[in-house]
């Protein structure tokens, strides 16, 4: 089975910290990984894409990719309280090409 | 460039009834996927299209069906709607299967 996991939260992080969102997935042959944003009531919009091994930074965010521990991240520095939204890990597995999702985090920016 | 646009925004349909939401992709981008999300849900995955091919399909059954046609526009038809359909429906259009998709507004669907 095919699975994309995340703790679905909240999380809470004051103004101006680092928050920190994490997703493992269960198959050592994906290919391609994605994090997107979702404010509520509205549909997913894309932040990053990751697909090798290492860190990508992308202004105030930062996507981590581990293959060996199955396991990506998303850092956000200088959290500001417009980063309040529901956070979606999404995983394209090899030889199957949709996105499989994880149920998402709810992040929450304390003023 | 346009986005990807999504019609109608909202929908309210008596359960057994039939529905076609439409999609239109952005310029250029030869794959659209669609997605029905449920409250607290991820989405899930339904189909892709490629070039007007079905590309692959998700645990979904066949009163779930779509089309793409030539001009990057797409839909979505579902037959004998159930009340467990009520849910967003998304669709992400990508210039490849393998690409970032981008997703547009969706369509609120209420089956009653």
């Known amino acids: 089975q095919k699975e994309v996991e995340q703790n679905s939260g909240p999380l809470s992080v004051p103004e101006g910290a680092i928050a920190s969102l994490n997703c493992t997935y269960s198959d050592r042959g994906s290919q391609s990984f994605f994090w997107y944003r979702q404010y509520s009531g509205k549909s997913p919009e894309l932040i990053m894409s990751i697909y090798s091994n290492g860190d990508k930074e992308d202004g105030r965010f930062t996507a981590q990719l581990n293959k060996a521990s199955q396991y990506v991240s998303l850092l956000i520095r200088d959290s500001q309280p417009s980063d309040s939204a529901t956070y979606l890990c999404?995983?394209?597995?090899?030889?199957?090409?949709?996105?499989?999702f994880g149920t998402g985090t709810r992040l929450t920016i304390i003023p | 460039e346009t986005g990807v646009t999504q019609s109608p925004t909202h929908l309210i349909k008596t359960r057994g009834q039939q529905v076609t939401l439409r999609c239109s992709s952005q310029s250029g981008h030869n794959t659209v996927s669609w997605y029905q999300q449920a409250l607290g849900q991820g989405p899930q995955f339904i189909f892709q299209?490629?070039?007007?091919?079905?590309?692959g399909r998700g645990n979904f059954p066949p009163r779930f069906s779509g089309l793409q046609f030539p001009n990057y526009s797409s839909e979505l038809n579902v037959n004998a709607l159930e009340l467990d359909d009520s849910a967003l429906y998304l669709c992400?259009?990508?210039?490849?299967?393998?690409?970032?998709?981008?997703f547009g507004p969706g369509t609120r669907l209420t089956v009653t």
């Open positions: 299209y490629y070039r007007e091919e079905e590309n």
């Open positions: 992400a259009s990508s210039v490849t299967i393998v690409d970032e998709q981008y």
């Open positions: 999404a995983v394209n597995f090899f030889g199957n090409e949709k996105l499989t």
